[in-house]
């Protein structure tokens, strides 16, 4: 059923209402913005639960999402302070992400936008952290540098308009997330790792000398040389029988892998002339870069536009802003819409 083509000759609205639904991993996030205002936003969560087997469950999280999905869209709708006629469009998450996870948020997208008479807009979750910006800093207008630091994508990218964007450099092997979900196995920290690798390295100090940085052309990152390194020093020190800190090891490696995105981010604003560097993904979550960040920003004299904590990690006012740009650009889907387990970043240059 052709379902976009009701909305052919739909008059957009300045302010849309939109409902943002987001179901990609182990959170249940529902939010309502009006443009770029963030009326409500409410995520449950099943990583304590997940937890107990050290990474996310597919089967767990999906059944996790179909106990909470009525419940959060009810929530942010209440939240609100709208009647749900008062949605001009649904936004959901299609990709990418645990098929099953994304299935539930997307068949519930696709019921509510029906039954309501809105548009459905289908959202790449990735673009949707890149999103998150706009929510923070209405005003934000490309150009701008986007530094993605997620748990699949890490790169910097040149925000042309709001839909175009230019990679400028990505990482040629694991995502900066990853690196640190990875380090969090190695020390034997508890899932969620990234957190659990900045809590720990409060405590240490980053004097163990680990690669800081993909010393390549561009902006491309690496993180598995500083992966086998850590695992390496680790091992090194088990087999000799040495003591060592396990905090100064989490410092080290929360060093390394953040100084390359602060510095890329900068020069890349600073080589493109570009006035402003806004952040996002679950890494930009991470108390030690959004520091890092800030200081390398006013020192470079660049505008630094890092949405809060919890709009880097998984969220649906992310997806409601993106949501939000989708709308404006008509980009509106039919109900066959289906849910992609991967949506590659695009290729370095325009897409
Ligand atoms: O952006 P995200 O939802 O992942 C994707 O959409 O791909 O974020 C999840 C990633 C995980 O790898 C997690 O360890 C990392 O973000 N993360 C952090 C922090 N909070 C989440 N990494 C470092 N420090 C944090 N505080
Ligand atoms: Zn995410």
Do not use: W
């Amino acid at each position: 059923m052709e379902y976009a083509k009701r909305f052919e000759d739909l008059r957009l609205k300045a302010e849309p209402v939109i409902l943002g639904i987001e179901s990609s991993c182990d959170e249940t996030a529902a939010a309502v913005v009006r443009g770029r205002r963030l009326l409500s936003n409410v995520v449950f969560t099943s990583a304590p639960e997940q937890a107990k087997y050290g990474g996310v469950v597919p089967e767990i999280a999906s059944r996790a999402h179909t106990d909470a999905i009525g419940e959060a869209v009810e929530q942010a709708v209440r939240e609100a302070g709208i009647q749900k006629t008062d949605i001009d469009a649904v936004a959901v998450t299609y990709g990418a992400g645990l098929l099953g996870a994304l299935l539930v948020g997307l068949s519930f997208a696709k019921s509510y936008a029906y039954t309501l008479g809105v548009p459905l807009i289908g959202v790449n979750h990735i673009r949707g952290h890149m999103a998150a910006a706009y929510l923070a800093d209405p005003q934000l207008r490309p150009p701008f540098i986007m530094l993605l630091a997620s748990g699949g994508h890490t790169a910097v990218i040149a925000t042309h308009t709001e839909t175009e964007f230019e990679i400028l450099g990505s990482t040629r092997d694991d995502a900066a997330g990853e690196a640190f979900d990875k380090c969090a196995r190695v020390l034997g920290l508890p899932y969620p790792g990234g957190p659990s690798v900045e809590r720990l390295a409060r405590e240490g100090k980053a004097d163990i000398e680990f690669p800081k940085m993909f010393r390549g052309n561009g902006y491309d990152f690496s993180y598995s040389g500083l992966k086998t390194a850590v695992i390496n020093y680790c091992h090194t020190k088990q087999q000799k029988g040495e003591a060592y800190s396990r905090a100064d090891v989490a410092a080290s490696f929360q060093a390394a892998a953040c100084g390359a995105l602060a510095e890329r981010a900068v020069a890349a604003a600073l080589e493109k002339g570009y006035g402003t560097v806004a952040a996002g993904g679950g890494v930009i979550a991470n108390g030690y870069l959004r520091e890092l960040l800030a200081q390398n920003c006013a020192k470079a004299g660049v505008r630094l536009v890092l949405p809060e904590k919890k709009y880097c990690t998984d969220n649906a006012a992310m997806i409601a802003a993106e949501g939000l740009v989708q709308y404006r650009a008509r980009n509106f889907a039919d109900l066959s819409l289906n849910a992609c387990a991967h949506i590659p970043l695009g290729k370095k240059g325009k897409q």
